[in-house]
């Protein structure tokens, strides 16, 4: 069984850091996209992050590029979202989730299907 469990959310102020971190357990972490997902009070939930399966390769969508960092350690099963200069609008629940397709193509970072969540953590900016 396939376990996600995210930490370091919390309240900060706008143009404050705050890194999250995602340890996945139950199957071979390496094999597997890792991506990062946000969703706000009465919003769609959004993809925010995604890194290949060899952590070579990374995709941000346009509002947290420049800000944020995605990164993960294989050796740790452990995916890193590290996010700068946060803002108001970056308030949201923080989902990790693990790809589906094994190995990815880094030319569909953008697509990655994700096959299980974790529970959430909550980040809110304050202006």
């Known amino acids: 069984q396939v376990q996600l469990v995210e930490s370091g959310g919390g309240l900060v102020q706008a143009g404050g850091s705050l890194r999250l971190s995602c340890v996945a357990s139950?199957?071979?972490?390496?094999?597997?996209?890792m991506g990062w997902f946000r969703q706000a009070p009465g919003e769609e939930r959004e993809l925010v992050a995604v890194?290949?399966?060899?952590?070579?390769?990374?995709y941000y969508a346009d509002s947290v590029k420049g800000r944020f960092t995605i990164f993960r350690d294989n050796a740790k099963n452990t995916v890193y979202l590290h996010m700068d200069s946060l803002k108001p609008e970056d308030t949201a629940v923080y989902s990790c989730?693990?790809?589906?397709?094994?190995?990815?193509?880094?030319?569909?970072?953008?697509?990655?299907?994700?096959?299980?969540w974790g529970q959430g953590t909550q980040v809110t900016v304050s202006s």
């Open positions: 890194i290949s399966w060899s952590g070579s390769y990374t």
């Open positions: 139950g199957r071979t972490f390496s094999d597997y996209a």
């Open positions: 989730a693990t790809d589906s397709n094994y190995r990815r193509s880094a030319l569909s970072l953008e697509a990655i299907s994700p096959a299980y």
